[in-house]
């Protein structure tokens, strides 16, 4: 920790603020990092780049904002552990070197990206979004059931066509995060993360903080718009080719059972998922969950949630009590869609697959089993890699 005093006169390190709905934006340059303040630390900041000292500081803050609890050596601390301080009393700070990673995703026109997300297309999306849940309601019987994923009887081959339509239609979601974030010629890129016990494609979209909050929304809504697309095709498919082969029939109720169930799962937004970020951003509180979470360590210590830092700017406890609500009915719903879909259909595949293994080799039944096993440690491996890769960046 610096010996930092009231006396210390600070540098800071190139930054960009910008406005935000209550507080600001602060980019740091070097790193590609973004962090939320209120106005006292920015006019802090400001004064600070002026060469005042840190007490000339804290007496003028003071005096312009009375109900505000002001500390300038905290405040300049908690700068130096962000790294933002360049240099202290004259003298340069040395701090580790760290290399921004490289702009992602450009062979990606700007030109294209704007081509399917413009004024028109949002518009079109959200009408085909509200008439998915028109047909749905018109004809119940294509809402997805659990036997929807077994459209053969050889169970690797149902995890083979189930996971190349997941892994599609997942890439397609993510492209459209993708195509909305370079319609506004900003970088990006793709990984491999997990939500729960989920392997899924993660888009890394923390540059859309140069947005203003008004542009942000499309961008996280851009995966759901696609998916939307996705499954008014498959419905369509269903409702005018009623007659077509059973193998395509099937494969569409696949298609349709994938769709809605992670359609669903965005609603779970105790995850991180899209709509909280929209949730997020409607409401212009930025530390939700980490708040949320301390919200219910007071009320329900027994459960022992991770313990984060409490962030709540003044006026935003209403928005983290409502959040908190969602947080809870977010795990009703996993919990329905477990009970309802995933558990009943790990016993059907355990009473057809487990039976295989004391057939014979030369049994199809046997093989069936094998391979759907090596499937499965597949899909565990990659699990625990995004697991490790997690715990490692923590």
Request: aromatic fraction near 16%.
């Amino acid at each position: 920790m610096l010996n930092i005093t009231l006396q210390s006169r600070l540098s800071i390190t190139p930054i960009e603020i910008r406005k935000d709905k209550k507080h600001y934006i602060v980019e740091d340059k070097l790193t590609g990092d973004f962090y939320e303040m209120p106005e006292v630390c920015i006019d802090a900041i400001d004064l600070i780049n002026q060469g005042f000292s840190l007490g000339e500081i804290e007496t003028s803050l003071i005096e312009k904002f009375p109900n505000e609890e002001v500390n300038l050596v905290d405040f300049a601390n908690q700068l130096f552990e962000l790294g933002l301080i360049d240099q202290l009393d004259g003298e340069k700070i040395e701090k580790k070197h760290i290399s921004k990673e490289p702009s992602g995703m450009l062979w990606v026109s700007p030109k294209l990206g704007r081509f399917f997300f413009n004024k028109f297309t949002v518009l079109l999306y959200s009408v085909i979004l509200v008439l998915n849940i028109v047909i749905f309601i018109v004809h119940p019987s294509l809402f997805p059931h659990r036997d929807d994923i077994f459209v053969f009887d050889i169970m690797f081959v149902n995890v083979i066509f189930w996971m190349a339509f997941s892994f599609l239609f997942v890439l397609i979601h993510e492209f459209g995060h993708v195509l909305a974030i370079r319609a506004h010629n900003l970088p990006t890129k793709m990984e491999i993360g997990h939500r729960m016990f989920f392997v899924v494609l993660l888009t890394d979209m923390s540059s859309i903080w140069r947005l203003p909050p008004k542009d942000r929304n499309i961008l996280f809504l851009a995966g759901l718009y696609f998916d939307s697309i996705l499954l008014f095709l498959a419905l369509i498919t269903q409702l005018f080719f009623p007659n077509s082969s059973n193998f395509i029939i099937g494969l569409v109720h696949l298609a349709t059972f994938d769709i809605v169930l992670r359609m669903i799962f965005q609603c779970c937004i105790y995850m991180k998922t899209d709509l909280y970020y929209v949730f997020e951003n409607i409401s212009g509180c930025y530390n939700l969950m980490e708040n949320a979470k301390q919200a219910i360590n007071k009320r329900l210590s027994f459960l022992k949630l991770q313990q984060m830092d409490e962030v709540i700017f003044s006026g935003e406890k209403r928005t983290v009590s409502f959040y908190t609500l969602l947080y809870f009915l977010g795990f009703v719903i996993t919990i329905f869609l477990y009970f309802h879909y995933y558990i009943p259909e790990i016993i059907h595949v355990g009473e057809q697959i487990l039976p295989g293994f004391i057939n014979s080799p030369t049994s199809l039944l046997f093989w069936d089993a094998v391979v759907f096993s090596l499937q499965v440690g597949i899909f565990i491996l990659l699990l625990l890699n995004s697991w490790r890769k997690k715990y490692i960046k923590n």
